[in-house]
């Protein structure tokens, strides 16, 4: 799976979108772009995933852009349950096979009141 | 719907001592994952199980580590014996799809600290 790289840590002010870029070069055709986040002593949580279209739901909106190299993650009015560590992930859909996340450090975001 | 079941939260053990996880995923998900993350750093996959068969097991420290799933529903994670690097939390997750990308469920997890 395609390496990505994201700033280390954010800060947005509560109400306002929050945007998290990700970098993602080496990705390839078959390659789709997942978020996942994780607050704090929980588990990480879906949030949405794409190969080449924008996508939104419930939670967030995903960019890629045109040449698929970057993206980014928007989360429209940040509340502070929204502070925590935010995973962009690159993977390949393999039927039947194995298919764990590679996560790497994330950003977190802090949500400021 | 309940969600992904992890006991112990916490476990204090000392070096050389044995340990075991448990996990329960959410009821018809197919393939359950284990994950260990350390402080500071993101989770890191240890085991996949598709049913009661393993799918990939290449980051799993056999010689050290060990996990089933016999029924193809609950799952157990054993460290024997622990070294002071694997105090972790360790992750527990399920996903429905058993034909790969399926949105990943997490359990809250097992804090264990080695001393």
């Known amino acids: 799976d395609a390496k990505t790289t994201q700033p280390p840590s954010m800060d947005c002010a509560e109400g306002r979108a929050a945007n998290l870029p990700c970098n993602h070069s080496t990705i390839s055709g078959n390659e789709y772009v997942y978020w996942y986040r994780q607050i704090h002593s929980q588990g990480p949580q879906y949030i949405i995933h794409g190969l080449k279209n924008n996508e939104t739901n419930e939670m967030a909106s995903l960019i890629i852009t045109e040449d698929r190299k970057s993206s980014t993650l928007i989360l429209p009015h940040a509340t502070l349950r929204d502070t925590a560590v935010y995973y962009c992930i690159v993977r390949v859909l393999r039927g039947g096979g194995a298919d764990g996340l590679t996560f790497g450090k994330g950003t977190h975001l802090i949500i400021q009141p | 719907e309940a969600g992904v079941a992890q006991s112990p939260r916490y476990k204090i053990i000392e070096k050389r001592q044995s340990v075991a996880f448990w996990c329960n995923p959410i009821s018809g998900h197919a393939t359950l994952y284990w994950y260990q993350q350390i402080l500071g750093q993101g989770p890191k996959l240890l085991i996949q199980?598709?049913?009661?068969?393993?799918?990939?097991d290449s980051q799993l420290p056999k010689d050290r580590f060990s996990a089933e799933r016999l029924k193809g529903v609950d799952s157990t994670l054993k460290i024997q014996p622990a070294k002071l690097e694997d105090s972790a939390v360790y992750l527990c997750?399920?996903?429905?799809?058993?034909?790969?990308?399926?949105?990943?469920?997490f359990g809250p997890g097992t804090r264990l600290t080695v001393l």
């Open positions: 997750a399920s996903s429905f799809r058993d034909r790969g990308g399926g949105e990943q469920f």
């Open positions: 199980f598709q049913n009661n068969g393993v799918v990939d």
